[in-house]
């Protein structure tokens, strides 16, 4: 039996009807058209469909959509605001910590909940952030970079 | 070198930046087409078995199934890559050869009611005994996996250049070693997927994949299709590293579900499906003999190995040919001897992962010569110098290498790691090892015989001059190719790097080229691109001509750059290339040029001599530093140093950003990663929680450094580096913690335990009295 739930999706109210095994991430790509969130392993190993639930990262995945009533989840689609990029975006750009990009939503929504609760952190707290996502093209190196040097405020 | 270049040299962001970090950006996965129906492939349960009856009414008289399809219902027709071992159909017809093979597919309203037919279609299997091991396989009682390869012998090599019996004995010291490998998997994180459409008897196919020219070729022969009459084409791809390179089931069941049902059919792998597809790194099992002088010269190498092939051949023949020919590159030597076989098993088949079969070879000679410095007394570095290729010289099985500067690279890379210092100095359980590596620029021969250029590019400039599109086959992967390749264009054009777009992989719309394989779209698709931009720059500067002045000017007279033409005397006389372009367009139509290359006659005529050849070779030199936990084994990578002879650099972060992920995907096979099986043949741990991929917090820094290298055979100088920076990094590894623990783990990967063993090992022997 389908049940309507509530999100709040990059600051935008949606109803949509689910049944109950459905995950937040076939809610956000199939019903809601979102496909920026990635679908890979699909078992909470990759990170790469990753979304902030009120805040905080997690494999959407995993996430039943019926548990996701009621609550705010920001997407990579809502990172940017009014047509400006984040600064997370603006790096991984100019730091070319993006490769194939596949992993880049997740991670970018990773950095981004770092960054809010802990706007300083040390470069091992960034590798502790994003250890649960796996990213094969690029060895992390310019990921790292790139919120380092938001974290930072460099010119980026 | 002329390093007055305004879009080349320089680490320009990649023009597909913005789309990937918005979310913008569309894989196969992300498409969807009005009345679309969902397929998934059937498998099989057993490695071994044959196929007794299929029984698909239940699963037809499921709700919401549009179609099945098995064996009966599609062409048997066989494909691989060289005619001798084309094994594959597109479904198993008599037998399955491992658990996961193909046996059919259903299509469905939805990916939920697909799978639920796939468990309502009934099987009988006759199981047959199977095996799983290429030294079992080759025993003579073995089960027999294919009529056509008796022994299970899939490939055999045997080649001999020189005399390497006569180097032995000659030689002052002959050393021989034995290393494995293991099995390791590509790991791009976008799984398979492939999205077929029908329109009157024309197909269009969207498929992840790294080569849209071979598909449509694959398609064509096994679908007995004009090329014409399939289009391939790709979006955004999630990572290949050669994975991407041989035709998936999905390929085949969606376009044939997608005529029989006159809708959209879309099939993806799940993650354990990706890994039933396989196709990544060979096993193999490796033994070296090598005979040098005092000094420490090399005069003769024996290489004779074992492979274990997986159930199918696919680029697999390739592989193997690649695990002995590359070894003469790097180190120059007149005598080598190459035996091997590549046996088939009841496992997923093998095939192409990053540096194809090459890094496990390289990591065994790597780890072998540091063996025979070892006893000569001579420094590791050393000998890599000493025996360090030289350009402008052609290898005993027929290479010509123009430019190679490996020898710069080690005694860089040994400067810049305090190799000096730290070699002999460090404390106990701390190592500094190196390794060596290096790869084709581009295969001299494409996958299947033809007479096609390489690659071909074209430029057309929009009408009224303001912006260009470049079309090209190169497959963009991830690894940069549509940016590189932009900025060669604007370059070659004299028109800003900004207001060109790029088209590309898409067998109507875009132009020939083989693809993303071997390290070859930089440069070859780079020459194209070069010959069209510099064609398109030719017609600009004939039709400023007649703008410039009063009088008329010649086109030798005038030069364009960055969107401006000027008269090479007096740069203050100036005309837009918009300007330009668009009387151009007014005269006489679309302003276009076109390129096209190939490489030409290449290698010698011995059997096997085209695999290898190359317009150009890379090398480079890594170093690492490690620590190993004396009462764990567990290995921490400290500091890496990377030293890359890539020719010119068009980019020089995005050359960077593969020297990174070559290193990190080295750094995994080195210490963690391997596909596991069970004793029937069962995956183990297909998914990326149990498949051990290195995260942030195993990555050690990696300290890229690119040497000035020119290499005349390519665009501006180009060579790749894609897949040559993760050749050297196992036997880097490898030596690092040799030096660290004082002995060789002889099998990928060095894990925890196997080090903890190792280390156990010794001890009981240094605690035992002398005899
Ligand atoms: S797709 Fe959710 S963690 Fe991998
Ligand atoms: S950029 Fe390809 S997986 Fe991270």
Redesign the pocket.
């Known amino acids: 039996m389908k049940r309507i739930i509530t999100l709040v999706v990059n600051g935008e109210q949606r109803e949509v009807a689910v049944e109950p095994d459905l995950t937040l991430?076939e809610v956000l790509r199939e019903d809601l058209g979102l496909t920026g969130t990635?679908?890979?392993?699909?078992?909470?190993?990759?990170?790469?469909?990753?979304v902030l639930l009120d805040g905080k990262p997690v494999?959407?995945?995993?996430v039943l959509a019926v548990r996701a009533h009621g609550k705010a989840v920001v997407t990579v689609e809502g990172l940017a605001e009014n047509g400006r990029l984040h600064p997370l975006q603006e790096a991984f750009v100019t730091y070319g910590a993006v490769q194939c990009g596949f992993c880049t939503p997740?991670v970018l929504l990773v950095a981004k909940a770092l960054l809010d609760t802990n706007p300083h952190p040390t470069a091992q707290e960034i590798e502790q952030a994003i250890a649960g996502n796996?990213c094969r093209c690029t060895g992390y190196v310019k990921i790292i970079e790139a919120i380092t040097a938001v974290a930072q405020n460099q010119n980026i | 070198m002329n390093e007055n270049y305004s879009y080349i040299g320089k680490s320009l962001p990649r023009n597909d930046g913005l789309e990937k970090v918005t979310g913008r950006a569309r894989y196969t996965g992300d498409l969807k087409f009005p009345n679309m129906l969902y397929g998934k492939i059937l498998r099989s349960p057993h490695a071994h078995a044959r196929i007794i009856n299929i029984d698909t009414s239940e699963a037809e008289k499921l709700p919401g199934v549009k179609c099945i399809i098995t064996a009966k219902d599609v062409p048997a027709t066989k494909y691989g890559l060289s005619p001798a071992r084309w094994d594959e159909t597109i479904f198993c017809i008599d037998k399955v050869r491992y658990v996961g093979d193909k046996v059919g597919a259903v299509a469905a309203i939805d990916e939920e009611t697909a799978y639920k037919a796939l468990k309502l279609i009934k099987v009988d299997y006759e199981v047959l005994p199977a095996v799983f091991d290429p030294f079992e396989a080759r025993k003579e009682d073995a089960p027999q996996i294919f009529e056509e390869y008796p022994g299970n012998v899939n490939t055999e090599i045997h080649l001999h250049f020189g005399d390497v019996d006569k180097a032995f004995k000659d030689a002052y010291y002959v050393r021989t070693d034995r290393l494995d490998g293991q099995r390791t998997y590509h790991a791009f994180i976008e799984n398979h997927c492939s999205i077929a459409y029908w329109e009157g008897d024309k197909v269009t196919l969207y498929s992840s994949c790294q080569s849209v020219h071979y598909l449509q070729y694959y398609l064509s022969q096994v679908l007995d299709m004009k090329m014409g009459d399939i289009r391939v084409l790709k979006t955004y791809l999630g990572g290949g590293f050669g994975g991407k390179l041989d035709p998936t089931g999905n390929d085949f069941a969606s376009i044939i579900m997608a005529k029989k049902t006159g809708r959209p059919v879309k099939m993806s792998y799940d993650q354990k499906e990706t890994f039933y597809n396989g196709r990544g790194r060979h096993a193999q099992f490796m033994e070296f003999t090598t005979g040098v002088t005092k000094e420490g010269k090399i005069l003769g190498v024996h290489g004779n190995i074992v492979m274990d092939g997986g159930a199918y051949t696919g680029l697999g023949v390739a592989s193997a040919y690649y695990a002995g020919s590359l070894l003469t590159v790097l180190y120059d030597f007149d005598n080598y001897k190459f035996d091997c076989f590549r046996y088939v098993t009841n496992l997923p088949p093998n095939g192409a992962q990053r540096g194809h079969g090459q890094p496990q070879p390289r990591f065994a000679f790597e780890s072998h010569l540091d063996h025979i410095a070892e006893d000569l007394g001579i420094d590791p570095i050393d000998i890599r110098v000493i025996n360090a290729r030289k350009p402008g010289t052609t290898t005993c099985n027929g290479y010509e290498v123009k430019s190679c500067m490996l020898k710069e690279a080690n005694e860089l890379a040994r400067d810049i790691s305090g190799w000096r210092e730290k070699k002999d100095n460090l404390p106990a359980f701390s190592g500094i090892g190196v390794g060596n590596g290096g790869f084709v620029s581009g295969a001299g021969y494409s996958m299947y015989r033809n007479k096609l250029p390489h690659s071909t590019a074209m430029i057309k400039v929009m009408d009224d001059g303001t912006g260009a599109i470049l079309y090209t086959g190169a497959v963009e992967i991830g690894q940069g190719s549509d940016t590189v390749l932009a900025q060669m264009a604007a370059e070659a054009m004299g028109f800003p790097y900004e207001n060109i777009k790029v088209v590309a992989a898409d067998t109507d719309l875009a132009t020939h080229d083989f693809g993303a394989y071997a390290s070859r779209q930089t440069l070859m698709s780079g020459w194209a691109v070069k010959r069209a931009g510099e064609k398109v720059k030719q017609q600009i500067l004939e039709t400023a001509a007649d703008m410039m002045y009063d009088r008329p000017v010649t086109a030798e007279e005038l030069d364009c750059r960055e969107g401006i033409v000027f008269l090479k005397e007096e740069p203050g006389v100036t005309k837009t290339f918009a300007e330009v372009a668009s009387a151009y367009f007014i005269k006489k139509g679309p302003l276009v040029g076109t390129g096209s290359y190939h490489p030409g006659k290449l290698g010698g005529a011995h059997k096997g001599a085209a695999v290898g050849t190359s317009p150009a070779y890379s090398s480079a030199t890594q170093v690492a530093e490690v620590k190993v936990d004396e009462e764990t084994g567990e290995i921490h990578v400290i500091n890496t140093w990377d030293v890359h002879d890539s020719g010119y650099v068009i980019n020089p972060d995005l050359l960077h950003g593969q020297v990174h992920g070559a290193f990190y995907m080295g750094i995994g096979e080195s210490i963690w990663e391997e596909v596991l099986f069970n004793d029937k043949g069962e995956l183990l741990n297909g998914n990326?929680g149990e498949y051990r991929l290195p995260t942030a917090l195993d990555m050690p820094p990696v300290n890229s450094i690119i040497l000035d290298s020119y290499e005349p055979n390519g665009p501006w100088g180009v060579k790749e580096v894609g897949e040559g920076a993760t050749t050297p990094t196992m036997g880097c590894i490898s030596n690092a913690i040799y030096d660290a623990i004082g002995v060789r783990v002889s099998s990928l990967p060095i894990s925890y335990e196997k080090v903890w063993r190792a280390l156990k090992e010794k001890k009981g022997k240094e605690g035992k009295p002398q005899k």
Do not use: D, M, R, V
Request: charged fraction near 15%; include cysteine; aromatic fraction near 4%.
């Open positions: 991430l990635k679908k890979a392993c699909n078992q909470g190993e990759c990170g790469a469909c990753t494999s959407s995945c995993l997740g796996i | 990326f």
